[in-house]
Nanobody, 118 residues
Framework: QVRLVESGGGLVQPGGSLRLSCSIS????????LGWYRQPPGKQRELVAA???????NYLDSVKGRFTISRDNAKNTVYLQMNSLKPEDTAVYYC????????????WGQGTQVTVSS
């Protein structure tokens, strides 16, 4: 049973930064590609950034150059550094497997709320 625990969200002004963390237990962490997803109010969840087991990354076009995904295999943790935040980044952020089918996703954690507002 994989357990996902996201943290680090909060209220930030436009242009500000946040660093999200996701602790993953119950799996062979280093073998999986991982991803950060977000679900804005009233919208579907979308993949924002993903990182392969070997470290290669990919990003949603709207966050390229502003967000950075990283992983620490020793700590079973994946991070999302978010800079130059915009109001449209407001969403609940979740971590899960990256680049996988819907049926192969792990059970979702509680997510962490990011609100960008002045």
């Amino acid at each position: 049973q994989v357990r996902l625990v996201e943290s680090g969200g909060g209220l930030v002004q436009p242009g500000g930064s946040l660093r999200l963390s996701c602790s993953i237990s119950g799996s062979i962490f280093r073998n999986y590609a991982l991803g950060w997803y977000r679900q804005p109010p009233g919208k579907q969840r979308e993949l924002v950034a993903a990182i392969a087991s070997g470290g290669s990354t990919n990003y949603l076009d709207s966050v390229k150059g502003r967000f950075t995904i990283s992983r620490d295999n020793a700590k079973n943790t994946v991070y999302l550094q978010m800079n130059s935040l915009k109001p449209e980044d407001t969403a609940v952020y979740y971590c899960n497997r990256g680049w996988t089918t819907q049926r192969d996703l792990w059970s979702w954690g509680q997510g962490t709320q990011v609100t960008v507002s002045s």
